[in-house]
């Protein structure tokens, strides 16, 4: 690297790197708010204590669960400010933290420099800001920013704002060194086997890493391999953890799903059993990401669960038209009677105190 105060992955500590590649749950932080939409940092706090006590690898802050706007009101800093803090304070094992960084290239270059002042590891870069710009402007945006940090591709879908990217594009983007892994996050079979064919396209896989964030197909992304066939190749490629909206909530039950599946497939054949999470899995994912209405309530979906587990007051956005959709509250109320296994209200009551405290 060319700026002496850059990062390269392979300046990361080495069991930062280790979590990074083994795989691991990394929640998607989202953005406590009090009754007057004003930051709340008690119940930000106490929602970082909580992932980190549910066993995640690591952060995921200032990402699309964090709402995009808290760069217009203020609050970019701050909030990574604070989850970083909360992770060092709360635990000496070691989490991968990565901040989210969008815009054009001059903010998302300054976003990627104040990570890594604060600490963080990685960005995640979101492209949603470069809509109608060519493939030979996007690479060059991702290159200017890896040159800051590490980074982690973000494949987003359309419905929320991402753009779509092709076969070619993945496959550059893939050959720039500094890229540590990819949230695949299309909610689209067809595009993330093009991020696959990139990565091999690129001889990339071993310093790459998958993670789903494909909310409508964990179980299935985190069993199944990805054998891509590419010049005179034959690569297979697996997604070895998630990088999740989802995972937001009920996050103690994600570490307890990722380790049951990490099992399976070690010991396989995979069982009709495991197969089944998949169905429950995406059911809940339904619900909480408000599909039935075009994921308008995806982000005050994840805000109830905290909400009524006590560590959110209120399932505020910054947008004040951001709100339950008609029938989501119903909805969860359905999930918690047919999947009791897959929430971890209990651990949360057991340990809510502690981390108020």
């Known amino acids: ?9 392979r300046d990361l500590p080495a069991p930062v ?6 795989g691991a749950v990394i929640p998607a932080h989202p953005l406590a708010l009090d009754a007057e939409r004003k930051f709340d940092a008690a119940s930000q706090r106490a929602i970082g204590r909580y992932y980190v006590d549910a066993g995640s690898g690591g952060l995921a802050v200032g990402v699309h669960s964090t709402q995009f706007a808290i760069r217009e009101v203020g609050l970019y800093k701050p909030v990574l400010q604070l989850a970083i803090e909360t992770a060092r304070e709360w635990t000496d ?3 991968v933290m990565i901040a989210g960084a969008v815009g054009k290239t001059a903010q998302a270059v300054e976003e990627a420099r104040i990570a890594r002042a604060m600490g963080y590891h990685a960005v995640l870069l979101s492209l949603a800001a470069l809509r109608g710009a060519s493939e030979d402007e996007l690479i060059d945006h991702c290159t200017a920013v890896s040159k800051e940090m590490p980074l982690i591709g973000f494949y987003l879908q359309t419905a929320v704002g991402g753009i779509p990217l092709s076969r070619g594009f993945w496959s550059r983007f893939a050959a720039i060194d500094n890229v540590v892994a990819i949230k695949v996050a299309p909610f689209n079979r067809y595009r993330t086997l093009d991020v696959a064919f990139g990565i091999a396209n690129a001889h990339a896989e071993e310093r790459i890493t998958l993670y789903t964030g494909n909310d409508d197909h964990i179980v299935a992304d985190l069993v199944t391999p990805l054998v891509v066939r590419t010049g005179n190749r034959e690569v297979t490629l697996r997604f070895q953890g998630g990088l999740l909206g989802h995972w937001s909530v009920w996050a ?3 570490v307890n799903l990722l380790e049951k599946l990490k099992l399976a497939v ?6 009709p059993e495991i197969l089944a999470l998949d169905s429950f899995v995406t059911d809940c994912n339904s619900v909480v990401f408000d599909v039935d209405h075009d994921f308008a309530g995806c982000i005050p979906g994840c805000h109830e669960i905290l909400r009524r587990q006590g560590l959110m007051q209120t399932i505020n956005c910054l947008d004040p038209h951001e709100k339950l959709s008609p029938g989501q509250s119903e909805g969860i109320d359905r999930l918690y009677a047919i999947y009791p296994e897959l929430n971890d209200d209990a651990f949360v009551a057991a340990n809510l105190d502690r981390w108020r405290n």
């Open 266 to 271: 070690a010991s396989g054949p995979v069982t």
């Open 17 to 22: 790197l280790s979590i990074l590649r083994k």
């Open 93 to 95: 094992r070691p989490l």
């Open 1 to 9: 690297m060319t700026q002496t105060n850059a990062l390269h992955w």
């Open 252 to 254: 103690r039950g994600a």
